[in-house]
């Protein structure tokens, strides 16, 4: 039986660590049938050949980079090392991340490039580079899925940075589905809340469970179901969105 993302080639950022919600995108998306293509950055060396041959025995392709998104050109050598492989890529999904605590009294120049080359640009041009190569090959149905955190719904304090850029990329999204929708891609973003990725200590999931409405706290899976929705036909009309996916959690 043909698999929802069958012929499909998927390319997520940041699936660097077992727990993280790149990581479970990756899986959900190969088990829907998607070639898989994921980058990593500063992790166990063993790591991308454990979680290649994981994505491998659910019967389709796999294949990794290990890339540094802060680097200007990263996001061209990403997609040639996709198109040299495989050809071009129908599904992009921006995971990959730069986090730092500031807050206003440490906040400077650096830590804000810091955050805006991974955050900002390297999203931006990987969009805009997808789309162009997209349209070259005159494919017809392509998906942008981008990561935010919600951060028109509450504040962050201590992370004026990080919020800063992925408030962009909030903004971001929704003019580029507009531009990209005439030929035939889909631009969307999800906030997954709160999300234990293996960040959180006992104190932390005390602190947070009680404003989870669903009762408990979010995991990667979460993410990662409403990911691979986006990225399948049956979410064609969906564009311009900003998904807050995060189990009722309350801000107040």
Not at 41 to 63: F, M, S
Not at 176 to 204: C, K, Q, R, S
Request: with cysteine; aromatic share 8%; glycine share 8%.
């Amino acid at each position: 039986m043909k698999r929802a993302l069958s012929e499909r080639i998927a390319v997520i950022t940041g699936a660097s660590h077992p727990k993280g919600i790149g990581t479970a995108i990756c899986r959900q998306l190969a088990r829907m049938g998607a070639d898989i293509f994921f980058t990593y950055w500063q992790t166990d060396e063993d790591w991308p050949e454990t979680l290649q041959n994981e994505i491998r025995g659910l019967g389709v392709r796999c294949e990794s980079l290990g890339i540094d998104l802060s680097e200007p050109d990263a996001p061209f050598r990403l997609l040639d090392a996709v198109t040299e492989k495989w050809g071009i890529p129908s599904i992009l999904v921006n995971n990959a991340a730069h986090s730092a605590r500031d807050g206003y009294i440490a906040l400077d120049a650096q830590t804000l490039d810091a955050h805006y080359a991974v955050n900002v640009r390297a999203v931006c041009l990987l969009c805009v580079e997808f789309a162009r190569r997209f349209q070259q090959a005159h494919r017809s149905s392509g998906r942008i899925i981008n990561m935010t955190s919600g951060q028109a719904l509450g504040p962050m304090p201590g992370e004026l940075a990080y919020v800063a850029t992925k408030g962009a990329i909030s903004a971001f999204t929704l003019s580029l589905a507009a531009e990209l929708a005439p030929i035939g891609i889909t631009v969307n973003a999800v906030n997954p809340g709160p999300t234990d990725t293996g960040w959180m200590t006992e104190e932390i999931k005390q602190k947070l469970l009680p404003k989870f409405s669903m009762g408990r706290i979010g995991l990667p899976e979460d993410a990662a179901r409403l990911v691979a929705f986006l990225a399948s036909d049956e979410a064609e009309w969906i564009t311009g969105q900003v998904i807050h996916s995060e189990g009722g959690f309350l801000r107040v």
